[in-house]
């Protein structure tokens, strides 16, 4: 009897931590290649728990499209030694991203370089 209160109290601690590690996945982005794009920074949201760059990006074809990458937090940045005034809107920049599975206009920003910078990981 003791043994199968301490498996369903074991049970029960963990079920409340599946789904903070599931909204932690990078399940909707393709993790095997990376995007490489170049663009002009358009806006910046620093917040919890995801940092948000959007970046106008021109094809060959002179289409602009706006991409919006994902990266890391703001306190993850800050840690990371990231200012919040490394990138504003009107930079170019380029970075390296997972692209969205479902192939719209959206990643995971992995790597960004501000033009005349040193690439700096932003996930």
Same mark, same amino acid.
């Given at each position: ?11 029960? /601690? $963990?079920?409340?931590?599946?789904? &903070? %590690? #599931? ?41 602009? /499209? $706006?991409?919006?990458?994902?990266? &890391? %937090? #703001? ?49």
């Amino acid at each position: 009897m003791r043994y199968k209160s301490l498996t369903l109290a074991a049970l029960a /601690a $963990t079920l409340p931590v599946i789904p &903070a %590690s #599931a909204h932690h996945s990078h399940g909707n982005y393709l993790m095997t290649e990376y995007t490489h794009l170049t663009g002009t920074v358009t806006e910046l949201h620093w917040v919890n728990p995801h940092t948000w760059v959007y970046l106008d990006v021109t094809d060959a074809d002179g289409e602009t /499209a $706006t991409w919006l990458l994902e990266a &890391a %937090s #703001a306190n993850t940045l800050r840690r990371q030694g990231i200012a919040e005034d490394l990138v504003q809107p009107g930079d170019s920049v380029s970075v390296r991203c997972h692209r969205l599975r479902d192939g719209s206009n959206g990643c995971l920003l992995g790597f960004l370089t501000p033009e005349g910078g040193v690439e700096r990981e932003w996930d």
